[in-house]
């Protein structure tokens, strides 16, 4: 079975910072895929950025970016110059490969202060 | 392209009852996956549906089931409703061949008094 960990349940920084949210996972699948989504208050879940385990390259996606540590099992994110906007849930999952079921860590609360 | 869109956005039922929840993918999607939040147990999946089939089923009990139409709307009921099944019901869909972006509706809020 498939869990997923996130140790911080609240975050807070400032605005044009860096953060980084942690997330570490447990699969005994070779073929997996990891997500961070995104939850903004009171409005809908979107992608932030995807991970192919079988890729050695870290992802990004403009001002996000992961650390993907496959011995570790570590998956975490760093946001650059946070902005307001960026205040939401933040939610590390993983997946296996073929399928769609998500995995879901129990999310990281990030707060960008002006 | 619309999105994702699910219905009723809010919803109260008493203890006993049954529901039923909806959701409309993005056009061309095949695929659509439930999950169930709450502030406990956080996300949970449900289950998901592809081309009509249930392909995954989460840990839920039976009260729980779901279907999917021809043009890949869903459909999830819940029959004797439960205090504990209290939550907001995302629905999310893709194209299917993945795991690829799943987007994801606004939710259902489900009350039980």
């Known amino acids: 079975a498939q869990t997923v960990t996130q140790s911080q349940p609240e975050m807070s920084v400032q605005e044009a910072e860096t953060v980084t949210l942690s997330c570490t996972y447990d699969?005994?699948?070779?073929?997996?895929?990891l997500f961070w989504y995104k939850q903004p208050p009171s409005r809908q879940m979107i992608l932030v950025i995807r991970?192919?385990?079988?890729?050695?390259q870290n992802a990004t996606e403009n001002r996000f970016s992961v650390n993907f540590q496959k011995a570790a099992k570590s998956f975490s994110l760093k946001i650059s110059d946070s902005q307001l906007g960026d205040t939401a849930m933040y939610f590390c999952?993983?997946?296996?490969?073929?399928?769609?079921?998500?995995?879901f860590g129990k999310g990281t609360k990030l707060t960008v202060n002006p | 392209k619309a999105g994702v869109t699910q219905t009723p956005r809010y919803l109260i039922k008493t203890r006993g009852q049954q529901v039923t929840l909806s959701c409309s993918p993005i056009?061309?999607?095949?695929?659509v996956s439930w999950y169930q939040q709450t502030p406990g147990q956080g996300l949970q999946f449900l289950f998901e549906?592809?081309?009509?089939?249930?392909?995954n089923k989460g840990n839920f009990p039976g009260r729980f089931s779901g279907r999917q139409f021809s043009n890949s709307r869903s459909e999830m009921n819940v029959s004797t409703l439960e205090l504990g099944d209290s939550a907001l019901y995302l629905c999310?869909?893709?194209f299917g061949q993945g795991p690829y972006e799943q987007y994801f509706g606004p939710g259902t809020r489900l009350t039980v008094t």
């Open positions: 999952a993983s997946s296996q490969g073929g399928s769609e079921k998500l995995v």
């Open positions: 999310a869909s893709s």
């Open positions: 991970q192919e385990a079988y890729k050695q």
């Open positions: 699969t005994s699948e070779s073929n997996y895929y």
């Open positions: 056009s061309g999607h095949r695929s």
């Open positions: 549906y592809f081309s009509e089939t249930q392909r």
